[in-house]
């Protein structure tokens, strides 16, 4: 194998013509000019240099070396500078896919402080529902996905191969026509008091945690529209057309017209992480988007956190 450092020395010693005068020009001793150049001449199994008294030549081998190693070491150095660019934060890409209401909210705050704080890093984003988002992570089309899954559901999630950095607990609000029979702001109200509306429900892992909360309730909710467009959610409530059970998050997002919240038990929550690969975790550009992350949801409403 060919180490670039011999081929920094064969580049001297072509230049100036000796051991000697290479070795000052590369600041070392003459005898590890001449151990590099005997070891190039073993990796490459032929001669390179023709000895002559002082002076040194270069054999036909030695001057397609010397002239291949001008790009070589070029695009070496290129290199060089490119890696420790990414490593100083200077440059970089990260490419995130988020769901929608982590979209509108975490992710905004999170890429413009890390823009604002390292300018040269190039950010991408999409967006997919888990799991096809945790998919995508593991199919090496995205270097950060924000997922999140409902506490105590069964689900197929399996992050133990992933870095998981929690974000937040969103809870799940209850939304209902203003001028619903509850919505007069009187507390939390059982899930049960919905057993004969209308719902609206969300996307299908929400729809499912929406069914199982209440079979555990006692009924099954008459699911008459289903979409995972929250503001579509909130206009098909505010219309007088269902009830419907929101992130937080979601909520936080959108501006709701003609709708009032309501506080229902029991208390759900879904939990909203960062996930990315073990190997990308240590890259920096990445380490510092999981921190941003972070930090943005420290920012959110208290409320989203209860």
Known sequence: MIEARHLRVLRAVAATGSFSAAARELGCTQPAVSQQMKA??????????????????LTQAGEALVRHAAGILAGLTAAEEEVAAIAGLRAGRVRLVSFPSG??????????????????????LVEAEPPRSVEMLREGDCDVALAFRYEGAQTDDDWSDLVVRPLLADLLV????KGHRLADGRGKVPIAEFADEAW????PRCRRQLIDVCENAGFTPRIDFATDD???????????????????????????????????????HREIVALT???????????ATLDHLTEAARGMSPRVAD
């Not at 909210?105 to 190039?122: C, K, M, Q, Y």
């Open 230 to 268: 929250y503001p579509a959610v909130v206009g098909l409530v505010g219309a007088g057309l269902g009830v419907a059970v929101l992130p937080d998050l979601a909520l936080a997002s959108v501006i709701p017209k003609g709708t009032r919240t309501v506080t229902v038990e029991p208390a759900v």
């Open 40 to 57: 190039l001449e073993q990796s490459t199994g032929t001669p390179l240099l023709i000895r002559t008294g002082r002076e040194m030549r």
């Open 200 to 203: 609206i429900a969300g996307c």
């Open 174 to 177: 209850g939304l209902v026509p």
């Open 103 to 124: 979209s509108s909210t975490l992710v905004p705050s999170a890429l413009a402080a890390l823009r604002a704080a390292h300018p040269g890093t190039r950010v991408s």
């Open 277 to 287: 690969l073990p190997d990308l975790a240590r890259v920096p550009t990445i380490a």
